[in-house]
Every structure is written in C-alpha cells, then in structure tokens.
C-alpha cells in the first residue's frame, strides 16, 4: 500500500507565498512521477504541475506558470510546491498524486495517476 501525505496549506494574502509538500510512504515504487492538482468549490480538479522521476522534466499549467515551482527530493520521497504571488482565484484545495506508470513524461491528466493524498486547503484573501 502506498500512502501519500500533503501539508503546508493555509490562509495567506493575495501576493503572498506557500509552499506545499507532500511525502509518499509505504510500497512506493522505485520510479514514478508526481503531481499537483487542485479543486475549488463547485469546480472539477484540475492540473497544477508535474515532475519526472529525476526531477528534469516539470510540467505546469498555464494558470500558474511563472508563479509556481515544483520540486522534488528523491532521497525524501518528497515533492514541493513553492507558490509565490498568491491570487484569490489560487484559492482550492490542493492535492498531490503518484503515477506509477510514467518516469519521464509526467501527464497533466487525473486519471493517470494511481495514488491520491487528502489534500490540503490553501485559501488566499484579497
């Protein structure tokens, strides 16, 4: 069983930061990539960013591009994401997944990713 752990939410001004970190434990695997999605109230989930397994390749959607970084520590099984210049419309929860089935290529799709966290709220004030 593979467990997967946000943290790092909250409530912050609009332009302010936060960076989220969400650690996978368990039967992990020895390759995956990893992503960020979030889901606002009334709104599907949808993709925030992704990164390969050696943390070469990064993927972002166009909403938060320039504004947000993922990162990752492999030795932590750890994944990051710094969130600077924080709007209203950031406002969600955020939710990090595992693709088992992609190394390389980290897909901006839900449903290519087999292991879900709980999430974590972060909500931004205007």
């Known amino acids: 069983q593979v467990q997967v752990a946000e943290s790092g939410g909250g409530l912050v001004q609009a332009g302010g930061s936060l960076r989220l970190s969400c650690v996978a434990s368990?039967?992990?695997?020895?390759?995956?990539?990893l992503g960020w999605f979030r889901q606002a109230p009334r709104k599907e989930r949808e993709f925030v960013a992704a990164i390969s397994r050696s943390g070469g390749v990064t993927r972002y959607a166009d909403s938060v591009k320039g504004r947000f970084t993922i990162s990752r520590d492999n030795a932590k099984n750890t994944v990051y994401l710094q969130m600077n210049s924080l709007k209203p419309e950031d406002t969600a929860v955020y939710y990090c997944?595992?693709?088992?089935?992609?190394?390389?290529?980290?897909?901006?799709?839900?449903?290519?990713?087999?292991?879900w966290g709980q999430g974590t709220q972060v909500t931004v004030s205007s």
């Open positions: 368990g039967r992990t695997p020895s390759s995956f990539s």
């Open positions: 997944a595992l693709d088992t089935g992609r190394v390389h290529n980290p897909s901006n799709l839900r449903t290519e990713y087999d292991y």
